[in-house]
């Protein structure tokens, strides 16, 4: 991994965050109808999976984190995810700890990302060498999907 590629990274890892923390703040700006889009889009410019991957993974980090704020203040979810804290924050709301329940729903967002990310990484680099190969791989018509292909799991040689 050169340099130009952790630039890269951290350009894309930044815009993510500060992008997703002001679209999570608002009501019904749900994570598939934002986020799934506009990583296509930098599939399609032909980016780096690696840099792909850096900005999705902040861009759900910094959405998940920030969408507690609705629900807890106006008890509007922001996404499909925390609809199931909509009756908890009404109540916490009108006991007058608002603020309190922010602190809670981030603190344990942080706690949920902090565990989550590592072992997701872990168990998709321990799934990688389970994965049969058999035939064509479907995924990889296109120039772009024959790159991240290649890229990823190695030499295009063997899967012809």
Known sequence: MNISILIQ???????AAVVYTIIGATPGADETATIAPIT???????LEPIVILTF??????????ID???????GIPAGVMSTPMVEHAQVLKKE????VSIRKIASGAIIGNLVSVPISLLLANALVPETPISGEIPMASGMYGERILRESVGSYAMWR
Request: charged share 5%; no cysteine.
């Open 9 to 15: 990274m951290l350009i894309a890892a930044t815009l």
């Open 40 to 46: 296509l889009i930098l599939v399609l410019t032909g």
């Open 56 to 65: 999705f993974m902040s861009a759900i980090v910094a959405s998940k984190l």
């Open 96 to 99: 007058g700890l608002a603020d």
């Open 68 to 74: 507690t704020v609705p629900i807890s203040v106006a």
